[in-house]
């Protein structure tokens, strides 16, 4: 379980990133935040594993408060955090595998790291992993010889293998194109309710956000201002959100795009490419 009560963050310009926000995340649930640029939505989820530091509020993860661990309690909190970021970020000259074992950093001495001596526990469950993500026969290849979807797969792995409970997801599809991003957030969703893991998606994909979140929160200016089902995000509160707009002709090619990509789905499930 993961709890934000009025969560704030202020800047030394004055600028205020994020508004009060407060919010209870369910073990097993898909939320989706969307909202315009600068909203504040990479702040809130790097403020839940205090990449950055929350300027108020509270950050409660089983009950326990984040925002006053300590170094040393942090780095263990943080193992259940795994967290999955927008430009992947691999290390280019290690192969896929290294990438993924990465994600063990945190459970074992620095020496054994440092050499990457990991236990044989945990080679098997890269493996296992890499081939959920359909990267079995890549293993040995390096990340930077990997596609966008690839790599992006890779930093799933890599998050999974943290054994987490929660994942952060900062803007999984940005660099995708729309067949391979639709998959990638395919991939979170299948994943999340096979371990029961809670996430949250930063996505600017209006489209993609129904298709594959549970629950949506909208952001504006640092502001919750719609929390709620995947199937509510009407014109009126789509303008709250982001601003006058046609939003009814938007929705209309909203509608008949997830509906491509449920034929489409359907398709590439029976084709076995995810």
Same mark, same amino acid.
């Given at each position: 379980m993961l709890e934000l009560q009025d969560l704030s963050k202020k800047y030394n310009t004055g600028d205020e990133a994020l508004k009060g926000v407060s919010l209870s995340i369910p073990k097993g649930q898909v939320l989706a935040l969307i909202g315009p640029s600068g909203a504040g939505k990479s702040t809130l989820i790097r403020c839940i594993n205090r990449l950055i530091e929350p300027t108020s509020?509270? &950050?409660?993860?089983?009950?326990?408060?984040?925002?006053?661990?300590? =170094?040393?309690?942090?780095?263990?909190?943080?193992?259940?955090?795994?967290?999955?970021?927008?430009?992947?970020?691999? &290390?280019?000259?290690?192969? &896929?595998?290294?990438?993924?074992? =990465?994600?063990?950093?945190?459970?074992?001495?620095?020496?054994? =790291?440092?050499?990457?001596?990991?236990?044989?526990?945990?080679?098997?469950?890269?493996?296992?992993?890499?081939?959920?993500?359909?990267?079995?026969?890549?293993?040995?290849?390096?990340?930077?010889?990997? @596609?966008?979807?690839?790599?992006?797969?890779?930093?799933?792995a890599r998050a999974l293998i943290q054994n987490p409970e929660i994942l952060l997801v900062d803007e999984p599809t940005a660099s995708l194109d729309p067949k391979t991003s639709r998959q990638i957030m395919r991939l979170i969703t299948e994943l999340c309710e096979e371990q029961q893991l809670a996430a949250i998606i930063n996505i600017h994909d209006v489209g993609l956000a129904e298709m594959f979140a549970q629950r949506i929160v909208g952001l504006q200016k640092g502001a919750t201002v719609y929390d709620g089902p995947n199937n509510g995000l009407n014109p009126e509160v789509l303008t709250k959100i982001y601003g006058e707009e046609d939003w009814t002709k938007k929705k209309k090619g909203t509608q008949n795009?997830? @509906?491509?990509?449920? @034929?489409? =789905?359907?398709?590439?499930?029976?084709?076995?490419?995810v």
């Open positions: 509020g509270k &950050v409660l993860h089983n009950g326990e408060d984040v925002t006053l661990m300590n =170094s040393r309690r942090l780095r263990k909190t943080r193992r259940k955090m795994g967290m999955i970021f927008q430009e992947y970020a691999l &290390v280019e000259r290690l192969t &896929v595998m290294e990438n993924v074992l =990465s994600g063990r950093l945190g459970y074992v001495g620095f020496w054994r =790291s440092y050499f990457r001596k990991f236990p044989q526990a945990d080679f098997k469950e890269a493996f296992r992993l890499l081939a959920r993500v359909g990267l079995e026969e890549m293993a040995d290849k390096r990340a930077d010889e990997l @596609s966008g979807g690839q790599r992006q797969r890779v930093g799933i795009e997830d @509906s491509e990509a449920t @034929s489409g =789905s359907e398709k590439e499930m029976m084709e076995g490419i």
